[in-house]
């Protein structure tokens, strides 16, 4: 059983970066895809971004293409969103996802990290 445990949110004023990291548990990870969601306050949760086993392949929503990167190490059984130029839009709880198919569906979920910009 993957579990996913996700880290480095928190407060940041707009225009600035955070870097998410999400450590994986379990034996499946370097072949599993990987994806990160956010559901910003009072709305569903939404797809951000995704990744391949490999780390080849990429997909973004394209509210967040060209300022976030997703990323993965599999030696260290991390996958990361790299997020700059942060909007306020940008704030919301994110999710970091496994998946054994690229690019979804995606069906072990972490518990979330809270990422609030500020205008």
């Known amino acids: 059983q993957v579990r996913l445990v996700e880290s480095g949110g928190g407060l940041v004023q707009a225009g600035g970066s955070l870097r998410l990291s999400c450590a994986a548990s379990?034996?499946?990870?370097?072949?599993?895809?990987m994806g990160w969601f956010r559901q910003p306050p009072g709305k569903e949760r939404e797809f951000v971004a995704a990744v391949n086993w490999s780390g080849h392949s990429t997909r973004y929503a394209d509210s967040v293409k060209g300022r976030f990167t997703i990323s993965r190490d599999n030696a260290k059984n991390t996958v990361y969103l790299q997020m700059n130029s942060l909007k306020p839009d940008d704030t919301a709880v994110y999710y970091c996802?496994?998946?054994?198919?690229?690019?979804?569906?995606?069906?072990?979920w972490g518990q979330g990290t809270q990422v609030t910009v500020s205008s």
């Open positions: 379990g034996r499946t990870f370097s072949s599993d895809a």
């Open positions: 996802a496994a998946g054994g198919n690229y690019p979804g569906p995606f069906d072990r």
